[in-house]
Nanobody
């Protein structure tokens, strides 16, 4: 059974930082693309970042480029999202995703339960 368990969310002031983690189980982690998505209230889900199986290909949404870093540790079956210079518009539920590579794109076949990030003073 696939499990994606996010952690690290919370309340942070504008300009602050958070590091999200996603622990994966139930599949061969190193064979799958990993991504982070988010959904703010009243908005559609948005792909934030994705990373290929070996970390060699990384993509970021324009809205977070330069402020966010995705990384993975295949030995620990964990993917991370380091977020810096957080803004109020980063407030959202953040989801971890796993999926196969489809062409140049990481599919998001599986979703975790999410971790809430709130940026507010």
């Amino acid at each position: 059974q696939v499990q994606l368990v996010e952690s690290g969310g919370g309340l942070v002031q504008p300009g602050g930082s958070l590091r999200l983690s996603c622990a994966a189980a139930g599949f061969t982690f190193s064979n799958y693309c990993m991504s982070w998505s988010r959904q703010a209230p009243g908005k559609e889900r948005e792909l934030v970042a994705s990373i290929s199986t070996d970390g060699g290909r990384i993509n970021y949404a324009d809205s977070v480029k330069g402020r966010v870093t995705i990384s993975r540790d295949n030995a620990k079956n964990t993917v991370y999202l380091q977020m810096n210079s957080l803004k109020s518009e980063d407030t959202a539920m953040y989801y971890c995703n796993a999926g196969r590579l489809s062409g140049l794109r990481c599919r998001r076949d599986w979703w975790g339960q999410g971790t809430q990030v709130t940026v507010s003073s």
